[in-house]
């Protein structure tokens, strides 16, 4: 049976009633109305601003009414519409009833019966959720965010959630996931006066030993699971990222990072019944492993230690791999699919780059199985259908995060060593992130790697070295050359020719002739002469 319409106008008279059951059956009518729509559109903005301020004079002054269920479920919907929050929703005074409504505020409500706390479960989640949009959209104008009885309420409702349903969790967190996220200063208070991490990291735990169902070393998470400590690990990220800029670590801090790394390396191994969500899963836990600084990031804890003592490790064959190899499972799908997507993209690649640099035992499994020795020199190193060859190829995307990304993972797996970064990728992949390091006239990086692993060169690279266009990284085919049969004078007719066209072209600024500095960056080529002139005369 097919609900009956009901428009914003029709609602605002039924509110300007005193009867509270015609009210009920006007907003209940409403919601199902629109109990589908998410994406609010702005051509009916006005009249839901006229029903938004007239539902607010009927709900602010009043104490409990019977329908308040029906009506925040009501503002929840027009709470999706931004311009409609700017103008009718930002009030302190609104902030503050969802606050009173969402148990947020340190006030406790009194409730009629025990036989109304399903309801009232109702009402708090409605409000949280509202709450959510409104300081989202409003990017905490009435500063919410910094209040001690708010960030209290909120932390002692994580602790409350190890006995509530996952839904209730899940809109919890996200809350504080705003928090950390938007209000540097609330993160701050957060942390430091509500002891925030520690709570969170706990609270992850506990939520994964909720999970009785394993494989092997990790867990099989139900959806409701993965949605509650995807949240958790988002929040983890926000409450860690700042102790990369610090040098200094508490005991209770690195306590935290440890059972951190911990967490996710269980996370890693595990799995649920979806694949996107098992990616998703393993992404959010590749970016709390980034959160931990450098300094702090213990490799033993993450994938243990080479107890057999074997030189060359496997990724795919060793057990202690398997977090990387999970990561190592994302961009391989991503990149062989061609599924070119920042946000997934280049915190892995940062990731993979990070424990490369701290960890010789993956860098070395990572090359062996991402960046094997080349053999065939007759093709170009990005052409083929291997992950190295569209890794290679990706050197050069156009957008300008994935590609440095890319091409400073692969860096890094070469040690970071110019000249063999340049016979896996040729000059021309390589030459955007060498420009950007001011490393196109060779040397190494800023890290420093072991001795332990060499990589030497293959028979079929020592027979072809002194044939390969290093630009190009291959053994381009014999051609004929185009000056063959030509006099003297037409060669120098041509030369003359073709310099005459590149200064105009330099002239109208289509291009600019660039040539390496004596720092290894590329600077205009007439100021490198005009330099070398100034050079030439003080001498004389």
């Known amino acids: 049976m097919e609900s009956l319409e009901i428009d914003e106008q029709s609602v605002v008279d039924a509110l300007s009633l005193d009867d509270e059951e015609k009210i009920c059956e006007a907003l209940s009518l409403y919601n199902q109305n629109n109990k589908e729509k998410f994406a609010l559109t702005s051509n009916n903005t006005a009249k839901r601003q006229v029903l938004a301020k007239r539902m607010l004079k009927k709900l602010l002054p009043s104490s409990e009414t019977k329908y308040l269920s029906e009506a925040l479920s009501v503002l929840l919907f027009l709470s999706r519409d931004r311009e409609l929050v700017s103008k009718c929703l930002a009030s302190a005074d609104f902030t503050n009833y969802l606050l009173k409504h969402s148990k947020l505020n340190g006030a406790t409500i009194a409730t009629d019966t025990d036989g109304d706390a399903q309801l009232n479960l109702k009402v708090e989640l409605l409000a949280c959720k509202c709450l959510c949009n409104v300081l989202f959209i409003t990017n905490d104008a009435n500063e919410t965010f910094t209040d001690h009885q708010f960030l209290k309420s909120v932390t002692e409702k994580i602790v409350e959630h190890q006995s509530r349903p996952d839904e209730h969790t899940v809109i919890t967190l996200r809350l504080v996931f705003l928090i950390t996220a938007l209000s540097a200063k609330g993160r701050n208070l957060f942390i430091e006066n509500h002891n925030a991490r520690t709570v969170l990291v706990q609270f992850l735990e506990y ?104 030189q060359e490790e496997s990724l795919k064959k060793t ?90 993972f692969l860096f890094v797996l070469c040690k970071e060593n110019v000249d063999r970064f340049v016979k896996y990728t040729g000059y021309g992949n390589a030459a955007g992130l060498l420009a950007a390091r001011g490393l196109l006239a060779g040397g190494f990086g800023e890290t420093e790697y072991s001795d332990c692993d060499s990589d030497s060169d293959t028979e079929e690279y020592k027979n072809a070295s002194h044939q390969i266009n290093p630009v190009t990284g291959h053994v381009q085919p014999t051609q004929n050359n185009p000056m063959e049969g030509m006099s003297d004078e037409q060669k120098e007719y041509l030369a003359v020719k073709l310099a005459q066209e590149i200064t105009q072209l330099s002239r109208l600024k289509a291009i600019q002739p660039m040539c390496v500095g004596e720092d290894g960056q590329l600077v205009s080529l007439t100021q490198k002469v005009h330099e070398t002139q100034i050079t030439e005369e003080q001498s004389d």
């Open 207 to 310: 939520k994964i030993n909720q999970v009785n169902d394993t494989n092997r070393e990790g867990k099989v998470f139900t959806l409701k699971q993965v949605e509650v400590v995807d949240e958790i690990l988002k929040v983890l990220f926000h409450l860690n990222v700042d102790l990369r800029k610090s040098s200094m670590y508490s005991t209770q801090e690195v306590s935290d990072l440890d059972l951190t790394l911990s967490l996710c390396r269980t996370v890693l191994l595990s799995s649920c019944e979806d694949e996107k969500r098992t990616e998703s899963l393993h992404c959010h836990a590749g970016n709390a492993i980034y959160s931990v600084p450098p300094q702090q990031l213990k490799m033993k804890i993450l994938i243990g230690e080479n107890t057999k003592q074997v």
């Open 319 to 408: 057990e202690r791999f398997a977090p990387i190899k999970s990561l190592l499972q994302i961009l391989e799908h991503r990149v062989m699919n061609n599924i070119i997507t920042v946000d997934v993209l280049q915190p892995l690649l940062a990731l993979l780059s990070q424990l490369s640099r701290c960890s010789a035992d993956v860098r070395k499994a990572l090359k062996a199985e991402i960046l094997p020795p080349r053999k065939d020199f007759h093709r170009r190193p990005e052409d083929g259908d291997a992950l190295s060859n569209k890794l290679v190829k990706l050197c050069t995307h156009a957008n300008v995060e994935v590609k440095n990304g890319i091409a400073d």
